[in-house]
């Protein structure tokens, strides 16, 4: 699976986009991009997915560049909530159990 | 919604006891997955598993085994308790599918004294 990196921080104002960037160049033609959110003593949860286009849900927005190398995470309007570790993954399909890779992630911390 | 538990949030133990993590989901996924995390270290796969009686090491197996007898259940084994082996545990289950993603249960904190 490819590597990616992250930022280790970021603050945003409650209220403001957060926008979390990742890159990974080295991504594979067959591997998606995914963001997990950690809350401080919590468990991970999935929050979105991608593999060539642009993908919103309700939690979010993921943007991938053209060439793939990089993406963005929005989170549009965050709130104090939204405070967590965010792990940016690439990883292909394979048969079988689909593990993850979890890097360190960003920590994002939204201010009042 | 999917609900992934595990049997305790925080365990202390000593060095040498057997340990015994039980993580239980909901949503008949057959795939379920054994992690540990540490501080500047992010997740790391201790074992994973496919299917019943069916396990896979993952990238840190060493002092642990699994055991799966039922779909829905998942447990992680320390046979012999060691101070290294102290960390966030977390079980996580999905359906096997082309883009599958992963629910994670609550964690447990293990203590190794």
């Known amino acids: 699976d490819a590597k990616t990196t992250q930022p280790p921080s970021m603050d945003c104002a409650e209220g403001r986009a957060a926008n979390l960037p990742c890159n990974h160049s080295?991504?594979?033609?067959?591997?998606?991009v995914y963001w997990y959110r950690q809350i401080h003593s919590q468990g991970p949860q999935y929050i979105i997915h991608g593999l060539k286009n642009n993908e919103t849900n309700e939690m979010a927005s993921l943007i991938i560049t053209e060439d793939r190398k990089s993406s963005t995470l929005i989170l549009p309007h965050a709130t104090l909530r939204d405070t967590a570790v965010y792990y940016c993954i690439v990883r292909a399909i394979q048969t079988g159990a689909n593990n993850l890779f979890f890097g360190t992630g960003t920590r994002l911390t939204v201010i009042p | 919604d999917v609900k992934v538990t595990q049997s305790s949030r925080y365990l202390v133990k000593r060095t040498g006891e057997k340990v015994f993590l039980e993580c239980v989901q909901d949503?008949?996924?057959?795939?379920m997955f054994w992690y540990r995390q540490d501080p500047g270290l992010g997740l790391r796969l201790i074992y994973f598993?496919?299917?019943?009686?069916?396990?896979e090491k993952g990238d840190i197996p060493e002092g642990y085994s699994v055991s799966r007898e039922k779909k829905e259940r998942f447990s992680l084994i320390l046979e012999s308790a060691s101070t290294n082996q102290t960390s966030m545990y977390l079980c996580?289950?999905?359906?096997?599918?082309?883009?599958?993603?992963?629910?994670f249960g609550p964690g447990t904190r293990l203590t190794v004294l």
């Open positions: 598993s496919y299917d019943v009686k069916m396990k």
């Open positions: 080295t991504i594979s033609g067959n591997e998606y």
């Open positions: 996580a289950s999905t359906t096997a599918g082309i883009t599958d993603t992963q629910y």
């Open positions: 949503m008949d996924h057959e795939n």
